[in-house]
């Protein structure tokens, strides 16, 4: 981007990222939420056009309505503000596993363009990492079982890439019929939202097309910011902006955490 | 069978046992890992689906020779230092690790709170965890033919939780994000648990767990026991002290200046019922 | 979502399906049960581990052409006679029977709920139920060898429950003995729930659990729907009726009396919220 | 018995029955119960000598204290007076499959000589039988998990088989090595105990042997009332008569319930 868009630009990147997260979510959905930004969208969703959300996070909490972001996916206010809370073994059995989830809202540290994530090392030996990263969590059964997943980070070279270096939560695999031989019966992604755009799967070959473009961002610095010869749709969309109302209260729910994320 | 912290630990934690400590973000009983610091216990082989701050003191401290985990990082805030530290430059001494996933360490645990030899669920496959873990395999439905994953039954030798109450017969009482803590007791071989207070009679809670005395070992009085996380209805998470800690576990240098006053020169306040 | 009860059952209950209707002795949901025999539903198969006097009413009005089930007596009592009759006899139809143990059928019910094609556990071993059964295998354990009974998931097309109490949005909480009921509502396809009644907010129980709206296809407001079972805090186990039904049931004729008197001509109340 | 014998009694054989079984518990026992006698026997040991003892109903009912006998296995009283009420697959699989629980109680309507019991079916086929019993409930998984079981049934020809109808639920099945074939990983039967005496299991061939008979209860009436060429103990005890406080307290709980057993 040029520096006169920015200067124009009374968002920031993140921001537009978050809040076209946050507007991929209907007011019936179920979404298993991951912390960070995934959480911070899933929240707005839920304060803007999609109060009937139901919001369910790994610690148990089932239709948890906080009000304020929360550091851990445990805060004490998730489990407060819960329609109820279950144990670890039956959020993960008897709610995610049986696909009982819409949407899956997933981070990740390094995507190729199927969709694939790597959260757990960076480098060429898991013995022996460059960097150690958190590793799974619940990344691979979301990724697995519900019904659709959503995936939110930052669009460059270094996160986009053509082979990431360790798969840890499998999108579609190889390509067509892989979820079907791993025996995943969610559908995969549905998208992928960046603070450049929005990436979409192919029906026929899985791979993630650029589908929609923030507004102020230009189809050059997409593919620029992409490890792989990323296509774009022909039916290229163009988000719109963020209103004042989503800015206004992302902002004030960015001013109730202590999340630095 | 209500016990100071420092003599329960001594008489049930030994060098080279398998101990878990579990408390998913809530009630995580960081007293005890404490305690377990200043006895000098080694060679623990740690078990937790999230290490958090707690088995990064203990894994910086030495205790650790392997960990078993699903998810190593400082939630909201970024890196486990001491963890990263030891897998990537074996400080302060080398540590193995057995990594999963939350689906299947939680099914792991549950296996052997069932005590079955193995658990199945849908996961591992399309990841390539699955090269890189023990204790998972794929087997074939015998009715349908999917295929799925076993993950094999966890037994520590040692479960040890924190809760927000006792009775004075030694059945527990923890509320809110109850997480795997039932599974993990009642997986081991011994299970110490740390509370905030002993009380006359349980009221009801909503999302309550009950541990009934008849299998917990010893119970400790630890109030503030689970700090810096938290116990609801006792104390918020202390989200200022994780974000804290990104500073003072970064340098090995400051993380031992810190271990030093905070831990090992910072004996645990002797409670007896 | 909160209808009548006639218009749930009418719309969400169909000839030739299979139902499960639970409650351990507990919170059975007999109201509902009287109007499926009024509606004259038929060739159900009904799962529940303890066919009790709801489906002896059930099996006598011969709604079933197939039982699936654990424990087939009157509690306390002694036989059900209906039942007996159906399977003696094949009165008033010829009833299939699929019988397990409850520790089987109830892991058929978790593996339902969990999504998942099978459970395991260790069970049937030693019985001759194993030869008279279907959905059971033995299989061996991937990483012990050990020998292990697998049951397959049972998914019923309609599960029924009673509970005490549900909201304005259609979140349910049940307390006291909660059984199967959780389990058994989630395997299913459609989930009918009659409750007590609709309070503004729930408040802590000891021993609840609360079924969230969105797994919920309809709520009917049945007051005492469970009797002559038991709601915990409403409702006290009528239990000369369980005795009298001993004599009631006994024979074709007093049967066929009651359940003309007592359920075909006697119409639910309709109660709207 | 004679007449003259049983003129004699302060007491009926079922008391006796029950008295022996309630005397069997320990204080620091924890005990799955059964509805019927065995549940009778056991809330008698915890209202006698055993006020510590834990009771453990298959309805999720733990450590349960009730002042009456209940009808069925689920009543309010039991879950109104337990420390904790469990999920029905909680039951199962945590506490009783996990071998934490030390004695099953448990009934029978049949039974042979290596304790195996049937509650199944009477007559010779499955699928026609003569009388169509309620079948397993939780017998058969507590006969395989708990570490020892007690069976407490009326003794005669009737009941006690050479061979019976059905095996419902493990015994030592054959003889010895069968429960580990099996794949039981509970002890077996530690003790049967009738309206007669008290039968235990050879150590060796796993058959029950008469060790004790009850006060004014000859050895050729449990001979007559057995269906095989039963075994006595050399060293054969005989019941202590019960007590008055026993005989009060059985009978006040008695009055208490309206259980027919």
Known sequence: MSTD???????????????????SLTNTDTCFVGIGIPSTAAILAKATHAPGLTLIYESGTIDTNPSQLPLSIGDGELAQTALTVVSIPEIFNYWLQAGRIKIGFLGAAQIDKFGNINTTIIGSSYDNPKVRLPGAGGATEIAGACIYTTIICRQSTRTFLEKIDFITSCGFGKGPGSRKEYGLTGKGPRNVITDIGILEPDPDSCELVLTQIHVNVTVEHALRSTGWALKISDNLKVTQPPTERELEILRTLNTTSNAHT | MIRTLSDAIKDLVHDGESVAMEGFTHLIPFSAADEIIRQGIKDLTLIRMTPDLIYDRMIGAGCASKLVFSWGGNP???SLHRFRDAIENSWPRPLEI?????????????????????????????????DHTENVKIIDCPFTGERLAAVKAINPDVTIIHAQQADRNGNVLLWG???????????????????????????????????????????????KGSAPSYALDYYERDNDAYIAWNIISKERETFVAWLD?????SPVDVVQS
């Open chain 2, 261 to 265: 006053k905070e831990v090992l020169n």
């Open chain 2, 177 to 223: 994000i109850t997480g795997i803590q039932k599974e993990a007791a009642l997986a081991a071989k011994k299970v110490i648990v740390t509370v905030e207070e002993i009380v006359e009679s349980f009221e009801p809670k909503m999302n309550s767990a009950i541990i009934p005395a008849f299998v917990i070992s010893a119970i400790c009085i630890c109030p």
């Open chain 2, 98 to 130: 057995e990594e999963h996933t939350h689906a299947g360490l939680a099914n792991r645990y549950l296996a052997g709170a069932s005590g079955l030899p193995f658990a199945i669920l849908r996961g591992y496959q399309g990841s390539d965890l699955l």
């Open chain 2, 76 to 78: 909201g805030v970024g």
């Open chain 1, 5 to 23: 868009q920015i200067a124009e630009m009374a968002w920031s990147a993140d921001e537009m990222m978050t809040v076209s997260a946050a507007r």
